[in-house]
C-alpha cells in the first residue's frame, strides 16, 4: 500500500481555511447599510503594510455598491498608549484622506483596546463585522481573550490578518477568531491582490451576510468569496 505525500501546508491552505468560515456567522441586519470597523497596527513595523492598506480600502467600498453600500471606522494605535477612532465613513474618499493623516509610530500593540471599542460600537448601532490587520502580539492573552469572548456574545465577527509568521501573534489571533466566530489568515506584502479579495469579501458580508457572498462568489472575482464561504462553513474549535 502506497503512503500519501504529506500535503504541505503554505499561505494559500491558509486562505482557503479563512474563508472557508463566514457560513458560521451571524447575518448583519438586512436592509441597512453595513458597518465595519477596519483596525490596524499603526506601530512602526507596520509602515510598508500601512501604504498597502491605503491603496486597497477603497476596493471595500466598490464591492458592496449594488446591495446597500458600506460605512467603515478606522480604528488604529501606535506610540506609547495612542488608539484613536476616527468618524464613520461612507465612502473611499473619505476613509483614504484619514488614512493618509496617519504616520506609523514605535510602539506596543494596543488589540485589547480595539476590541473594547467595537463592543463599546455596537452597543450604540449593529456592527456587521470587523477587520483587523497586524503583525505581532505584546499583550496579557487572558485579558484579551477576556475581551473577545464578550464581543463574540454581541455577534460581531472579527476577521484578523496577520503579516508575517510571528507564532504567538499567530495563536492570539486564531483564539481572537475563535472567540468572536470570525476567521484568521496570514498574508505578506507580495499578496495585495488577495488581500484586497479578501477584504473586498469581508465587506461584502458585513453588508448583505451570506446570500450576498455566495452571489459575490459566483462572479468573476470572486475566488476569495469561495474560500471565505468554505472557512465559515466550519465551526472553530470548541465552536458551533
Known sequence: MKTQPTKRRDTNDD?????????AVRKPDAGRRGRLVFALDATMSRQPTWDMACSIQGEMFEA??????LDVQLVYFRGYGECKAG??????????????????????????????????ETTKQRIGAAVYVGDA?????????????????????VF?????????????????????NGAWCRFDQGSAGRLKALLSAVAIYA????????????????????????????PGPGGG
Open 15 to 23: 486562505v482557503a481555511a479563512f474563508l472557508e468560515k463566514v457560513k
Open 64 to 69: 458592496t455598491k449594488a446591495i446597500g453600500g
Open 87 to 120: 468618524r464613520w465613513q461612507p465612502d473611499a474618499d473619505g476613509l483614504s484622506r484619514l488614512m493618509s493623516r496617519v504616520e506609523c509610530h514605535a510602539g506596543r500593540t494596543q488589540i485589547g483596546k480595539v476590541l473594547s471599542h467595537i463592543r463599546k
Open 137 to 157: 502580539f505584546e499583550e496579557d492573552i487572558d485579558k484579551v481573550c477576556h475581551v473577545a469572548g464578550n464581543l463574540g456574545l454581541f455577534g460581531v465577527p
Open 160 to 180: 484578523l490578518f496577520q503579516e508575517g509568521h510571528d507564532p504567538v501573534a499567530r495563536k492570539a489571533f486564531q483564539e481572537i477568531a475563535r472567540l468572536t
Open 207 to 234: 453588508s448583505g451576510g451570506i446570500k450576498a457572498l455566495e452571489h459575490h462568489s459566483r462572479g468573476a472575482d470572486g475566488e476569495a468569496a469561495v474560500a471565505l464561504l468554505g472557512q465559515l462553513r466550519k
